[in-house]
């Protein structure tokens, strides 16, 4: 048996994320949504393109099948669509095998509300404005920036990178930065290394990915030839001896990563150009650049990072 929505990790996914849609929203933006409808329908046996978002998606999915009897994962698409102009998207799905059985069709509104209601623990979409309604709703959500959608075929391997500040914890640490200078920041950090962040908005996500990497870890147990299908790191611009407050919050939440990287401020493309995650996340679109456009980036428009000028 499945396990039931509430215990799953739950990931909701825009069709704008998942596919692209660059020239049906041509079509409703210059024609209206009559036009757009008209064009989904002419066009319903045409599979839409792979978005930038698609290649993460389908790995995650894939977790499924090393754990065929829980089935642990599951992806939800949220979507500004009527379900009759839905119809395309579910077909695109169903074209290239993505088990997605759950929508949200909600005709022009902004989805971010069903998330709680779908036990999500990240909301992917293009639309800033649904992310960032999302975020303040005090939901996890993130916007995927214009890229390319990375080749998805080899191994079935899914990495995956994130920020620290203002996406696994809490702003505290970026506000004190915003606020002084680096010397008081190291300070700050150096006096609480023995305090735990708060959670941020994508901590219920990483400990999820955390509990899997467990379940991955009993099968190594059992087959010293088992490969592993998740690879998770933390890319921050800290440095020591700022890094040990990092540590104690991953510990006083009983998760790590696979890979963390302290850069003290150097060019995190440096990292990620090797890593290649299939998707990283960030609260600081600064941070959201990669010199070949072939790393998936995600904005996380919460905390200091971005309210602070």
């Known amino acids: 048996m499945s396990y039931p929505i509430e215990k799953k990790l739950v990931i909701a996914v825009s069709s704008s994320a998942l596919f692209d849609l660059s020239e049906s929203n041509s079509i409703f933006v210059e024609q209206g949504p009559k036009a757009y409808k008209q064009f989904q329908q002419d066009n319903l046996e045409k599979v839409l393109g792979k978005g930038v978002a698609f290649p993460f998606i389908k790995r995650f999915l894939n977790i499924n099948n090393r754990f065929a009897q829980q089935e642990p994962v599951e992806v939800v698409l949220l979507s500004r669509n009527s379900a009759a102009t839905g119809k395309r998207v579910f077909r695109s799905i169903q074209a290239y095998g993505l088990n997605i059985t759950r929508a949200a069709f909600v005709e022009g509104k902004s989805p971010f509300e069903y998330v709680p209601a779908f036990n999500a623990s990240l909301f992917l979409s293009a639309n800033e404005k649904d992310v960032q309604n999302a975020i303040d709703a005090g939901f996890p959500a993130g916007v995927v920036l214009p890229g390319e959608s990375v080749n998805d075929e080899g191994s079935e391997e899914l990495r995956i990178a994130f920020d620290f500040d203002g996406v696994i914890a809490d702003d505290e640490s970026e506000a004190v930065f915003k606020k002084g200078d680096l010397p008081i920041f190291q300070k700050h950090e150096v006096d609480n290394s023995h305090i735990p962040h708060k959670p ?18 009993e099968e190594v147990e059992k087959n010293r030839d088992y490969k592993r299908v998740l690879r998770t790191a933390i890319v921050t611009a800290r440095n020591a001896p700022s890094h040990e407050r990092v540590i104690t919050t991953l510990e006083s939440w009983g998760v790590s990563a ?49 309210t602070l000028k």
Not at 203 to 212: E, I
Not at 274 to 296: N, T, V, W
């Open 258 to 306: 696979n890979e963390t990287f302290f850069l003290g401020g150097m060019a995190k493309e440096r990292i990620l150009s090797r890593l290649k995650p299939h998707m990283f996340f960030d609260d600081q679109r600064s941070h959201l650049e990669s010199g070949a456009g072939d790393i998936p980036m995600v904005h996380i428009p919460f905390g200091v990072a971005n």
């Open 200 to 217: 941020g908005p994508l901590a219920d996500l990483f400990k999820k990915l955390s509990f899997l990497q467990k379940l991955e870890d």
